[in-house]
């Protein structure tokens, strides 16, 4: 059983998953830097000067200037502002996502339209030049060439 852990391991799809997940996170954290720190400040300036992360419903009654004084007093809230900052990071990921799919997709349609280089000799299947009248493995005449 230890030898067949090994060899799933060590099978290049375990590796892809691996670094995708790394890379994942790691554009994850640029994406959350991004919203927090440059597009919702100046979201905010244009509203007044309004810290989307500071924007809270307190459940409470007694009243906090600010949510992290809420949160150490053991208040509960609704933390709106900071939901907004999530909904606003996760719809940067999916367009990211949405580009580099599309952009894919692309690349594989244009490589698709080329047209095929190579074709399979009906008699020895060895692959061979899409051009060729005759193979050159088995000799055979190719029909309708």
Same mark, same amino acid.
């Not at 391991?9 to 994942?24: H, K, P, R, T």
């Given at each position: 059983?230890?030898?067949?852990?090994?060899?799933?391991?060590?099978?290049?799809?375990?590796?892809?998953?691996?670094?995708?997940?790394?890379?994942?996170?790691?554009?994850?954290?640029?994406?959350?830097?991004?919203?927090?720190?440059?597009?919702?400040?100046?979201?905010?300036?244009?509203?007044?000067?309004?810290? =989307?992360? *500071?924007?809270? %419903? &307190?459940?409470?009654?007694?009243?906090? $200037?600010?949510?992290?004084?809420?949160?150490?007093?053991? /208040?509960?809230?609704?933390?709106?502002?900071? =939901?907004? *900052?999530?909904? %606003? &990071?996760?719809?940067?990921?999916?367009? $990211?996502?949405?580009?580099?799919?599309?952009?894919?997709? /692309?690349?594989?349609?244009?490589?698709?339209?080329?047209?095929?280089?190579?074709?399979?000799?009906?008699?020895?299947?060895?692959?061979?030049?899409?051009?060729?009248?005759?193979?050159?493995?088995?000799?055979?005449?190719?029909?309708?060439?």
């Amino acid at each position: 059983m230890w030898q067949e852990f090994k060899k799933f391991l060590a099978q290049g799809n375990v590796i892809d998953l691996a670094v995708a997940v790394i890379m994942g996170t790691a554009f994850g954290a640029v994406v959350t830097s991004l919203v927090e720190d440059v597009i919702m400040p100046p979201i905010g300036l244009l509203l007044g000067g309004v810290d =989307f992360s *500071n924007l809270f %419903i &307190n459940l409470s009654g007694t009243p906090y $200037a600010s949510l992290a004084e809420a949160q150490a007093a053991g /208040a509960p809230t609704i933390n709106y502002g900071m =939901f907004l *900052n999530t909904v %606003i &990071n996760f719809l940067i990921v999916a367009a $990211a996502v949405f580009l580099m799919i599309r952009g894919l997709k /692309a690349t594989q349609r244009g490589k698709e339209e080329e047209g095929a280089v190579t074709k399979d000799c009906p008699y020895c299947y060895s692959t061979i030049p899409i051009q060729a009248t005759r193979c050159p493995e088995c000799t055979s005449q190719l029909a309708g060439d």
